[in-house]
């Protein structure tokens, strides 16, 4: 059974940083990518970035290129972790962490794509 566990989420204030990590378990293949999305109030879902095992390639949304950044902790790729910093106020969200079998990041900020879903954890960027 496929297990997504993410845990990190918090208060913060404009320009703060948080780390969110996103624990995988249960693939028996090792080719699969894990995304991070986020939902604000009212809008929809929108990937922000992924990782992908096969290859270690990452992909970006571009509403955080440059202030986002996802890694893997080891060989396994077990747990991947985004490090978010300067985050401003539109940062808000319920972030959520998926993982899906492919190869590449080319396709993994699409929702769709993905099966394997944790719970969510909330981000609120505020002073």
């Known amino acids: 059974e496929v297990q997504v566990v993410e845990s990190g989420g918090g208060l913060v204030q404009p320009g703060g940083s948080l780390r969110l990590s996103c624990a995988v378990s249960?693939?028996?293949?090792?080719?699969?990518?894990i995304g991070w999305f986020r939902q604000a109030p009212g809008k929809e879902r929108e990937g922000v970035s992924c990782f992908s095992t096969s290859d270690g390639s990452t992909n970006y949304a571009d509403s955080v290129k440059g202030r986002f950044t996802i890694s893997s902790d080891n060989a396994k790729n077990t747990t991947v972790y985004l490090q978010m910093n300067s985050l401003k106020p539109e940062d808000t969200a319920v972030y959520y962490c998926?993982?899906?079998?492919?190869?590449?990041?080319?396709?993994?900020?699409?929702?769709?794509?993905?099966?394997?879903w944790g719970q969510g954890t909330q981000v609120t960027v505020s002073s």
């Open positions: 998926a993982a899906e079998l492919g190869y590449g990041s080319y396709w993994c900020l699409d929702d769709y794509e993905f099966d394997y």
């Open positions: 249960g693939f028996s293949f090792d080719a699969y990518a």
